[in-house]
């Protein structure tokens, strides 16, 4: 079993100071994450979603807690062991994108093997062309829709071949249709690739397409 165990927390807290006052956020949080699971976050707006989601992958420190990735503790390695799981073992896929404005789709897809210093144009290419986008490969973001965008996100997650994706309100910036296209398309291309997915959204339509969907309410978690 524990070899099955993709992502675990213990006992997370997270709290911030506000003026005299400590904001709460998660409260003792638990959570497991199995190799290969599609995993939905949902809550309502201010619940701590997003949080939870970057102190469980290694972009926002705990308060108190233990985030163990692929069996290591994420928080107790050196800076440089973090930013080398983020890279080679871990996807992100944000709301808005986060592409640079000044390079291409194929560019923007290849980036983070330039930055581990292992650019493979070719992988980024094919990915390219599993999301639908073969043709636009020498497009600038401002040339591309919103849709297209993300689509363009969701190949560079996939470049270095990580082990999980992680994807906060993928689908926030799009209409309900192509919102759902790319939701279909990131369970997809998780399945295909073997990756595990958790993803925050405050769709609970799209979050019930994926196996397992986990409601934060009062920093606790509880299973829908």
Known sequence: MADDVHLQARELRKSFRLGSSTLEILRGLDLTV???ETVFLCGA????????????????RPTTGEVRFENEDLYGVSAARQAELRNT?????FQSYMLLPELTALENVALPGLIGGRPDLARAAGLLQQVGLADRTGHLPSELSGGEQ?????ARSLVNRPGMLFADEPTGNLDSRTGGEI????????R?????????THDTNLAARGDRVLHIRDGALEEA
């Open 34 to 36: 199995l190799r290969g």
């Open 45 to 60: 707006s201010g619940a701590g979603k997003s949080t939870l989601l970057y102190t469980l992958a290694g972009l926002e």
């Open 89 to 93: 073992r871990m996807g992100f896929v």
């Open 150 to 154: 993300q689509r363009v996100a969701i």
């Open 183 to 190: 939701v279909d398309l990131l369970l997809g291309l998780a």
């Open 192 to 200: 295909e690739h073997g990756t595990t997915l958790l993803a925050v």
